[in-house]
């Protein structure tokens, strides 16, 4: 079964040749930029295409721009940035983008190509920032693996990217390309079946026992750094770093109980991403019907972010807008977000409407300062009942303000501060719409996930 899934995915001679004849053009690009504009510059590939662990189908290439480190950071960036935008322009297209430096991101023939300007480091103590990492860990896993072990990667990848939890990118929260291959090779020392798969077979059976904090520690370098997180790889190149910082609890336990289901039954399905059965707005209309629920979104109309900026303020807004439902008395029972040209936040809530009464809970009787001032304060104030005394407490029965959610959120988000929405989503046109909006004004592929949401490999 393994065979069968390693041919589908492994790259064609013909997409090889492909992805070498982009490098060397981009390469050329870069040289002929810097001879050009007076840079000092080493083009060199980096990621799954440099260390021959990428799958059929990928069309990304990563081209790292090693700049001397004579350049301070202000003419490293301008100049970094410069040359990236010659060899953008002589690509078929290209845009910029930014993670800790500007960069810039082109599309030749059909691949996508990062053209990332970093700083020249020979080991971690020369690393100024993540990107002057990256070449230290592409030269560490060349030197480590061989043909068999980029096998066992590549199975691992496509087993990650069939469960849904493949890329470090905050919009993801998952494994990246570098945490996988670290997987492979730890647990090809501790495997002993000497089986062509033997390296991947052994990092599920010892994923599925996996607990909370563990620490893999391939070079034995120990740190005095207190990491958090759900699993903890060092980083071999940088033993101060956690390889696996950006995985999130959920894609952790994505992985931990896809292997536990795999071994009880291995199928190729795992290593497929099955796609949804699509409804349409009929079938999401009866299906939102059933649940007796509520549900409305709030649209962030064309945020013009990039999916790193984006996702981290969408789940701060997300969190903030459950907190403020919850504080209110609304039952949440999920909130999901989402990015087309919109972004989204989808709230379901137990019911659309709260009763007019609300419980307020007061001091202890024993503590008698806080009772006065409690006492006094509600006999002016108009309540439904109270104050009383139930068991040890003072209680009063007052008028909830709001008992609807959406007319809650819309009171929120119209005011001037919103302290729970990110910063960049506040400028933007906000509108909070009720189920039928949501599905008149077309996000059907939206609707369509959540209704459907259940974890991937139970749909294999």
Not at 133 to 141: E, S
């Amino acid at each position: 079964m393994l065979d069968e899934v390693l041919d589908n995915i492994k790259p064609t001679e013909s997409e090889i040749n492909k992805s070498k004849e982009v490098i060397e053009r981009v390469k050329e690009y870069i040289i002929e930029g810097g001879d050009k504009l007076g840079i000092d510059v080493d083009p060199q590939v980096v990621g799954s295409v440099s260390r021959g662990t990428w799958i059929s189908g990928d069309r990304d290439i990563d081209v790292f721009m090693l700049i001397s480190r004579e350049l301070n950071e202000d003419e490293f960036r301008e100049k970094g940035l410069k040359l990236a935008r010659y060899v953008g322009e002589k690509c078929d297209n290209f845009k910029e983008d930014f993670a800790e430096h500007p960069y810039v991101v082109a599309q030749l023939e059909d691949f996508d190509v990062d053209i990332v300007p970093c700083y020249r480091a020979s080991d971690h103590t020369e690393v100024t920032s993540a990107v002057d990492r990256t070449p230290l860990h592409d030269k560490y896993v060349s030197k480590k693996i061989n043909n068999r072990l980029r096998d066992n990667i590549r199975l691992l990848k496509k087993f990650i990217k069939g469960i849904r939890a493949y890329g470090s990118k905050l919009k993801v929260k998952g494994f990246s390309g570098y945490l996988t291959e670290l997987l492979i090779l730890h647990y090809n020392r501790l495997d002993r079946s000497g089986e062509k798969y033997g390296a991947f077979k052994k990092t599920i059976e010892e994923g599925k026992n996996w607990k909370k904090g563990d620490i893999i520690d391939l070079e034995e370098h120990g740190t005095n750094k207190d990491f958090e997180g759900p699993l903890i790889v060092l980083d071999p190149v940088d033993p101060n770093r956690n390889v696996a910082a950006a995985l999130s609890l959920e894609k952790w336990s994505y992985f931990t109980s896809a292997c536990q289901f795999y071994l009880r039954n291995p199928s190729k399905n795992f290593f497929y991403k099955k796609e949804i059965k699509k409804l349409d707005k009929k079938e999401i209309k009866n299906k939102l019907s059933e649940r007796c629920s509520y549900l409305l979104g709030i649209e962030f109309q064309d945020p013009d972010l990039v999916e790193d900026t984006l996702y981290p303020q969408l789940y701060k807004s997300k969190k903030w807008i459950k907190s403020l439902l919850k504080e209110k008395g609304f039952r949440v029972l999920r909130t999901e977000a989402y990015d087309n040209k919109n972004a989204l936040i989808l709230i379901e809530v137990e019911n659309n409407t709260l009763s007019d009464v609300r419980k307020h809970m007061g001091p202890p009787v024993t503590s008698n300062k806080h009772s006065k001032k409690f006492v006094k304060k509600y006999l002016s104030e108009k309540t439904f009942s109270g104050p009383y005394i139930e068991e040890d407490r003072w209680i009063v029965e007052k008028k909830r303000k709001f008992t609807n959610p959406l007319k809650l959120i819309r009171k929120k988000i119209t005011n001037t501060e919103k302290p729970g929405i990110g910063k960049n989503l506040q400028n933007t046109n906000i509108k909070v719409l009720n189920q039928d909006k949501l599905i008149k004004k077309g996000y059907i592929k939206e609707l369509n996930k959540f209704i459907s949401k259940k974890a991937p490999w139970l749909n294999q």
